[in-house]
């Protein structure tokens, strides 16, 4: 009985010889099957690959629509050729000689074909309009250049299979080759926050630093609050001192020096009062506002990574209790009843598996969008305090240049101190007579 699945994820290998690599949507035939792992052949290659990469395909659907099966087994084990499935499980055939296309099943022996894929301008142009990736394909190409066979004996190679590990509901191949990047043009969320690390999921880590960000913006704006209340009070008590009686008793150059020092005191308070107004207008209410507009982005989040982190731990506790009750009816009686059960539970756990393979490339696609949005969310803060910072420090240099500029003028008239002219000015305005007492004669 022929045994085909299509690979529904690309399998880049673990860098064990006994490793079958294949890109997502490849034909594979199977030749053996373990719990996890399945034995392959494509394109003259045989190898090992997790079951979980894969969906079967109805070979009596493909027998029916006029595919003999033993030709195709053919195809599938030359070298000269890669099948791949369509969303809707229609063959595709590509000549790995020539790069050419076709829907037809080939002949062996044919060396070159022509295709039945309309406006083929290059040797991997049909494959577009099949909605087959063709960089994955010359990926594929690449790694290969011929058949690929198992040199080891049935028990090592069994022993050097990649092993899949569940982490708190999540699957990860133990021991594979580093993946490439989803963004290898720079140190990025996306990826390096997956797994788990003291009981705390890489989202927990990520929406930490998300949240540690808002109190960082909400101690700010408080600061701001504060040093506009202290600035606003200062600016009162300046004015206040501006106008007191204090010093009125002076006179003339050094009265005009007191008065200069009187409305330095009011310029400043001026000054103030606007440094007071300016921050809570444009830092204070500002980052405050900004603040809330980052505080919808991540209660979206928190809600989607929630639900489908839920999802994928429900899919997998039921696996491993439906693998329990397997495992348990192994050992009991072969009677018929327990045959039927047993028989149940198998079909519900490949149903248990078709779900959690989807829950875990929805949370996949989940925690993508969550940490690409963060990310975004982080520079733009950044970005944005760092303008913030950049104000209140012109904010903070235009009140001591207002201030230094009315200390100026108090210190143009403080230069122009006279104490000549302020006695000249005393004796003129306030003098009492020139002429001295004399001694007194007293006439009998």
Request: proline share 4%; with cysteine.
């Amino acid at each position: 009985m022929v045994d085909l699945v299509k690979a529904i994820y690309a399998y880049p290998g673990a860098g064990q010889p006994t490793d079958l690599v294949f890109a997502a949507g490849t034909v594979l035939l199977v030749s053996e099957k373990s719990e996890d792992w399945c034995r392959g052949v494509c394109q003259g290659r045989e190898g090992w690959f997790p079951t979980t990469y894969s969906q079967r395909l109805d070979c009596k659907s493909l027998e029916q629509k006029g595919i003999p099966m033993a030709q195709l087994v053919s195809v599938l084990r030359s070298p000269e050729w890669l099948v791949y499935a369509t969303e809707d499980n229609k063959l595709y055939y590509v000549n790995v000689a020539t790069q050419t296309t076709t829907w037809e099943l080939p002949s062996l022996g044919t060396t070159t074909m022509t295709p039945s894929l309309p406006d083929l301008n290059g040797p991997l142009s049909g494959l577009a309009a099949l909605n087959i990736n063709p960089n994955a394909l010359e990926a594929l190409m690449a790694l290969h250049n011929g058949p690929q066979k198992i040199v080891e004996s049935e028990k090592s190679s069994r022993r050097q299979k990649p092993k899949m590990v569940v982490v708190n509901g999540v699957t990860f191949l133990e021991g594979g080759p580093e993946q490439k990047r989803l963004n290898p043009e720079q140190l990025s969320y996306v990826d390096h926050f997956w797994a788990d690390k003291d009981d705390r999921t890489g989202y927990d880590v990520i929406l930490e630093k998300h949240l540690n960000g808002k109190e960082s913006m909400k101690d700010m704006a408080e600061l701001f609050r504060e040093r506009a209340a202290i600035e606003e009070q200062y600016s009162k008590g300046l004015l206040k001192l501006f106008k007191s009686a204090l010093g009125e008793q002076e006179e003339g150059t050094l009265k005009n020096a007191w008065v200069s020092i009187k409305t330095e005191l009011k310029y400043r308070s001026e000054a103030h009062a606007t440094l007071a107004s300016e921050i809570k207008e444009h830092l204070e209410k500002p980052l405050l506002e900004f603040k809330e507009a980052q505080k919808k982005g991540r209660k979206e989040h928190q809600q989607i990574m929630e639900k489908s982190r839920k999802q994928l731990q429900t899919f997998d506790a039921n696996i491993e209790k439906t693998c329990q009750l397997l495992n348990k009816s192994r050992k009991t009686s072969k009677d018929e009843s327990v045959l039927k059960r047993r028989s149940v539970a198998g079909d519900d756990l490949k149903k248990l598996e078709e779900g959690y393979n989807a829950a875990q490339r929805q949370w996949i696609d989940d925690m993508i969008n969550a940490c690409q949005d963060y990310e975004k969310q982080e520079d733009e803060r950044s970005d944005y305090l760092k303008d913030l910072y950049f104000k209140y420090i012109e904010l903070c240099v235009a009140v001591n240049e207002a201030s230094a500029e009315s200390l100026t003028r108090a210190t143009d008239i403080i230069q122009r101190v006279d104490k000549k002219l302020d006695r000249e000015f005393f004796i003129k305005s306030r003098g009492t007579g020139s002429f001295r007492p004399c001694e007194r004669i007293v006439d009998l």
